[in-house]
Structure formats: structure tokens, C-alpha cells
């Protein structure tokens, strides 16, 4: 079974710049989630969809942070403009359905802004 | 090619029993290994381990890592229903994070 795949896996920008991750869920996971995790701390979740309505984005900072899944099964999640503090790794994960159901990661988008 | 593995992928206990939760790793450039608890949305972090043989506990908790075996343990003792959750182990292999598929802890009253 293909895992959930992410792209791309590195990018390094400057600060102002825009940026664009995509991710591609397992097939047949009804629920996906990106997450931005810095280094020495747990995930945060930016935003969970559900199909392709947008079921929690209460952690997404809506003036720079954006993300799309408008057919149910791709996600963009979009930067822009970046800042320093946005240095992370985006992980996308997905699973079959939200609650009480094993989430599968991505292997993640390292973001460096400089 | 980096990998985690966690096994059990699932475990069913009782109220009070201890479980530990194993995960084996194999990266090339081995920085940090986490441990998360799952429960509904973002994973909560639990440990971060980087030295071998020292032991990092919380509560019930526990987890030590044994950098020569290339492994880490979770143990959880006098687990309660709380502690149902699918525990995630994952590699900081200084370029990104490798999780593991996650261990799914069933504790039943």
C-alpha cells in the first residue's frame, strides 16, 4: 500500500517569499491533516479536512497560512508570505476516518526560511 | 533508506496492567528519538530522548533508549482508559522526522 506522499521534501526560501507543499493521502483516507512541527516539540495541527470540507483550521494562521483539498483527495497548503518563525516541517498525515483511527504521516516538507 | 518500526501495531490490556511499547530504528544520522501520544488530533508530545541508558519519566510514563540496539521503549504502568491511544515513536535524523506506523493501546476498564 502506497503511503501518504509529500512534496517537495526540502525548500529553503527567503523571508516575504511564497511557498506551496502538496500532499497525496493514502488512497481511500477520508480524513487528512497537515501539521507543522519544529524541532524538540510535538506536531501542530494547521488544519484537518474531512473529504473536502475543512473540519478544524482554528490553529492555522489564516493572514499568511492557506490550504486547499478541493476534489477530496489532494491538499495544498500554501505560505505566504513567509517568516522566519515558519521554519518547520510541514507533515501531512491522513486516515480513513478522524476519530479513533490511526493517522499515517507523511514523511514531511522541511521548510527553512532564511 | 531511514526507518521506524513500532510494534505492537496493537495492543488490548486491562486497567492496571503495565504495557511496554517498542521502537527500532534504523537513520543515518541519528539526532533525537520522540515519543507522542495520539488520541483525536495533533500528537502530544511525550519524550524526547538523544543519550543512551537514561531513563525519562512522567507519571506512569516511562521511556529509555539504547542507541547501540538501535531501539526505545515505552512503558506505561497501572494504565488506566485515558490511556488509550495510538503512541507514536519518531527519528529526528537531523534533515527530518521519520515516524513510526504507531502502536494502538487499547486499555478496557
Known amino acids: 500500500e502506497a503511503g501518504v506522499a509529500q512534496s517537495p521534501r526540502y525548500k529553503i526560501i527567503e523571508k516575504r517569499q511564497s511557498v506551496a507543499f502538496w500532499c497525496n493521502p493514502i488512497?481511500?483516507?477520508?480524513?487528512l491533516y497537515w501539521y507543522q512541527q519544529i524541532l524538540g516539540q510535538g506536531p501542530k495541527l494547521l488544519i484537518q479536512?474531512?473529504?473536502?470540507?475543512?473540519?478544524?483550521d482554528s490553529q492555522l494562521p489564516k493572514d499568511r497560512f492557506s490550504a486547499e483539498r478541493l476534489k477530496g483527495v489532494d491538499s495544498t497548503l500554501k505560505i505566504q508570505p513567509a517568516k522566519l518563525e515558519d521554519s518547520a516541517v510541514y507533515l501531512c498525515?491522513?486516515?480513513?476516518?478522524?476519530?479513533?483511527?490511526?493517522?499515517?504521516f507523511g514523511e514531511g516538507s522541511w521548510l527553512t526560511v532564511v | 533508506e531511514d526507518k521506524v518500526v513500532q510494534s505492537p501495531l496493537s495492543l488490548v490490556v486491562h486497567e492496571g496492567d503495565t504495557v511496554t511499547l517498542n521502537c527500532s530504528y534504523e537513520?543515518?544520522?541519528?539526532?533525537?528519538l520522540l515519543w507522542y501520544k495520539q488520541e483525536k488530533k495533533a500528537p502530544t508530545f511525550l519524550f524526547m530522548l538523544?543519550?543512551?541508558?537514561i531513563e525519562k519519566k512522567s507519571g506512569r510514563l516511562s521511556s529509555i533508549l539504547d542507541k547501540k540496539e538501535l531501539f526505545s521503549i515505552l512503558n506505561i504502568t497501572a494504565t488506566q482508559t485515558g490511556d488509550s491511544a495510538v503512541y507514536l515513536c519518531?527519528?529526528?535524523?537531523?534533515?527530518?522526522?521519520?515516524f513510526g506506523a504507531g502502536t494502538r493501546l487499547t486499555v478496557k476498564p
Open positions: 488512497s481511500g483516507h477520508a480524513t
Open positions: 479536512f474531512q473529504n473536502n470540507g475543512v473540519v478544524d
Open positions: 519518531a527519528v529526528d535524523n537531523n534533515n527530518d522526522m521519520r
Open positions: 498525515a491522513s486516515s480513513l476516518v478522524a476519530v479513533g483511527n490511526t493517522i499515517y
Open positions: 538523544t543519550s543512551s541508558g
Open positions: 537513520v543515518t544520522n541519528f539526532r533525537s
